[in-house]
């Protein structure tokens, strides 16, 4: 498998986040470009992935499974239009502005009307540097292009083209079509490799684990199935071992904590209190301490003890109660959150291109 590594200048963007919204920030250009993509209007909810122990065999998925490397980036949708873009975050905010390069090149190569589903990537030494991302999302607007780390798309599926909805085409079909749309397209346009052998897949997993070039799991998609937005009709293993959480109360102050104390969903959308993280270091502490806002209202653990959390101290001067909108990604020892954590867990890092909603829920 060749990992892309042709890479673009890179130039100043800007970003404003939000969670998903169906009335996204107006466009700046011309709102009758528009309808040369009337076909798939924006925002588009897009297809996820459920987590799963191993990857199924060849026949384990509806036609057969497709295997295919999850880069670490961030999910996006690029809508096509005549001589420009629109590229949407997995929550449907406008981030067009932040990536520049991926608007010249799409608008360049790729024919109007089309919709295509993907990762955006910035490229660090011989991996991919998610903090990167991050940073150029957050500071874009006032970071020189000289100060930007380059960005590719590293396309997985088309929803659009050629004036039809593809949606309810199989996988085949959709992989075949976005094969001819960037077959021979340039970066940082990329189109993601795939496999339908199962060994080498599995094997994607061992190497991929070990060379840490911006890989972090595994996709399995049946060849049958059609695009099911919202739904996680796929399947993803990890190649790092670690679980998404919800932080909803920290130690230390709201600017500067020291550790996180988490929670995941359930079936039935209330967060559960699983466990706190161990120390967080002085970088973690400000980007989440930019994020967090004092809770207000109704506090799904207002009414607990946070005494019996391990690592964890009930000292009212030092814990606060948050907002539970800040996602991060912490270390897992394989331990179920149904019964909570015996230790705390070490923080990986922010996950801020995910919210609460996102997270796969666990059942209790």
């Not at 919204?21 to 466009?27: I, L, M, Q, W």
């Not at 096509?80 to 981030?95: E, P």
């Not at 998609?221 to 920290?250: M, Q």
Request: net charge negative.
């Amino acid at each position: 498998m060749n990992l892309p590594n042709r890479r673009p200048s890179a130039a100043a963007a800007s970003r404003r986040g939000d969670r998903w919204n169906s009335e996204p920030d107006p466009p700046v250009r011309d709102a009758a470009q528009e309808v040369e993509n009337s076909l798939l209007t924006f925002p588009q909810q897009p297809m996820l992935a459920r987590s799963v122990p191993a990857l199924p065999d060849e026949d384990g998925l509806p036609g057969g499974s497709a295997y295919e490397p999850k880069f670490d980036g961030y999910r996006a949708l690029i809508f096509v239009m005549a001589g420009w873009c629109r590229i949407q975050s997995r929550y449907g905010r406008d981030i067009t502005a932040s990536f520049p390069e991926i608007v010249a090149a799409v608008s360049e190569n790729v024919p109007a009307g089309v919709v295509l589903d993907g990762e955006l990537v910035v490229w660090g030494d011989d991996t991919s540097d998610f903090t990167e991302l991050h940073r150029r999302l957050e500071h874009g607007a006032d970071l020189s292009a000289e100060a930007l780390r380059p960005a590719s798309f590293v396309a997985f599926d088309v929803l659009a083209g050629a004036g039809m909805d593809l949606r309810k085409s199989p996988f085949r079909v959709r992989r075949q079509a976005l094969t001819i749309l960037l077959d021979d397209t340039p970066a940082p346009l990329h189109v993601v490799p795939q496999t339908r052998d199962a060994e080498e897949a599995r094997t994607w997993l061992v190497n991929y684990s070990e060379a840490h070039v911006g890989i972090d799991g595994v996709i399995a998609k049946g060849l049958a199935t059609g695009y099911l937005p919202g739904e996680r009709g796929w399947e993803r293993v990890a190649i790092r071992d670690s679980v998404e959480c919800v932080v909803g109360a920290v130690m230390g102050t709201l600017r500067g904590p020291t550790r996180l104390l988490l929670g995941v969903p359930d079936h039935e959308g209330n967060l559960r209190l699983v466990g706190g993280t161990t120390d967080i270091t002085l970088p973690q502490s400000r980007r989440i301490g930019r994020l967090l806002t004092a809770a207000t209202g109704d506090h799904p653990w207002a009414d607990r003890s946070l005494a019996d959390i391990p690592g964890w101290s009930d000292d009212s001067l030092l814990t606060s109660l948050v907002e539970p909108t800040t996602v991060v990604e912490v270390a897992s020892d394989g331990s179920s959150p149904v019964r909570g954590w015996a230790e705390p867990h070490e923080l990986i890092r922010l996950r801020p291109e995910l919210r609460p909603e996102e997270i796969e829920p666990v059942p209790f």
